[in-house]
């Protein structure tokens, strides 16, 4: 190991690059975000260091320097551990889109930057919501490299994209107006709902930064297997190219479908004017892959709006459910407008709901 630092930081001499061993000291002690979990903890193994430019997926060291509105990282194993100034952490740098917390970007450099996400993200603050603190502020020690001294990035461990394609289970998908409108409650209760139908579900969330409560949301109603786009290789979708989005919809529900489900839920985040949602809900490719889509919303003018920009793209949107659920009047309102029904998480999470959505008469999607 040593010999081989020794020749990358001859050859990198003139750039300013230098690449150490990791201690393993450091490693053990390190809390390692979930962001990172597809990474074999065996395969990190040196530091690199010096003027270096990261890409989103990299892995990088970092110091905490002082606590702000993120005080705990979501690991690896999906626990929540408490941060304390001094820690060191391994997280992914990567772009946030997030209206209710923080927009954020790659830095240039190894500069002190902020944990933008708890589910383990370093990036620049662009701006962030009033009602959201200071972020916690970090500083970078070193890019994290394998025992040939080249950064680790997540897409180094993505899921393999599909050469072949099959046909696909019946695949719904959950779109909404905005952040905590009720999407991944929605996409749960689904599919609580088709499994206690008797019904084998995959599940997987497109789009988003990472984090293992919505994941979890959905394995834990029964969703098996469940994926998100850090299976894909990317900390989130912020800034991804259209092709990109597609090719992480292509990799992950070609896989559910290799599970052998009998049906496939998928969750977009945030809304529909976020840009890649509204790339994707544009996409040829994103209507191939969909049978039927539910609409979340957090008020009637909103199912309202967001349904009538479905059914311009010709999306086969069917109903409305999400947080105006909790009111009566507001579903009212929306199933006036709309003429489409408005399910309540009980609704969903009942058997029944197969016969409502009429799956046996959907048709089984080919190649």
């Known amino acids: 190991m040593n010999s081989i630092i020794r020749e990358i930081n001859k050859e990198t001499r003139h750039e300013k690059v230098s690449v150490q061993v990791f201690s393993q000291a450091v490693l053990q002690s390190a809390k390692i975000a979930f962001s990172c ?38 690991t690896r194993g999906g626990r929540r551990s408490n941060l304390f100034p001094g820690d060191k952490i391994i997280v992914s740098y990567g772009d946030r889109y997030a209206p209710d917390q923080f ?20 990036a620049q ?46 695949t719904f998908a959950v779109l909404g107006t905005s952040m905590n409108a009720g999407k991944t409650t929605t996409a749960a209760n689904l599919i609580r709902g088709l499994v206690t139908a008797g019904l084998k579900v995959g599940a997987a969330k497109i789009t988003g930064t990472g984090a293992p409560n919505d994941v979890g949301f959905m394995r ?29 919809l292509a990799t992950l529900t070609h896989h559910l479908a290799e599970a052998g489900v009998d049906a496939i839920v998928l969750e977009i985040a945030d809304g529909l004017l976020q840009p890649e949602t509204e790339v994707l809900s544009a996409s040829k490719r994103f209507a191939s892959h969909v049978d039927g889509i539910i609409f979340a919303a957090g008020d009637a003018m909103g199912a309202a709006w967001g349904v009538e920009i479905l059914r311009r793209h010709q999306l086969p949107v069917f109903a409305v459910s999400g947080l105006l659920t909790g009111s009566p009047l507001a579903s009212r309102e929306a199933e006036k407008a709309i003429g489409l029904p408005v399910y309540t998480m009980k609704d969903l999470s009942s058997a029944t709901i197969a016969e409502a959505l009429n799956l046996n008469a959907l048709s089984r999607r080919c190649a």
């Open 37 to 74: 979990r597809n990474v074999p903890i065996d395969r990190i193994a040196t530091l690199i260091a010096g003027e270096i430019r990261p890409r989103a997926g990299d892995l990088v060291l970092a110091h905490v320097d002082a606590l702000g509105q993120h005080k705990g990282i979501e």
């Open 103 to 122: 927009e954020a970007e790659v830095p240039a450099d190894l500069s002190p930057c902020s944990l933008v996400a708890a589910g383990g993200m370093a």
């Open 125 to 170: 603050v662009l701006c962030k919501h009033a009602a959201m603190a200071t972020a916690t502020a970090i500083t970078p020690i070193g890019l994290v490299g394998d025992h040939q001294g080249k950064r680790i990035n997540l897409a180094d461990w993505s899921l393999p994209y599909p050469t072949a394609h099959k046909g696909s289970p019946y």
């Open 220 to 248: 834990d109603a029964g969703a098996s297997p469940v994926f998100d786009f850090t299976d894909a290789g990317h900390p989130s979708t912020y800034r991804l190219s259209a092709e990109q989005i597609e090719a992480i």
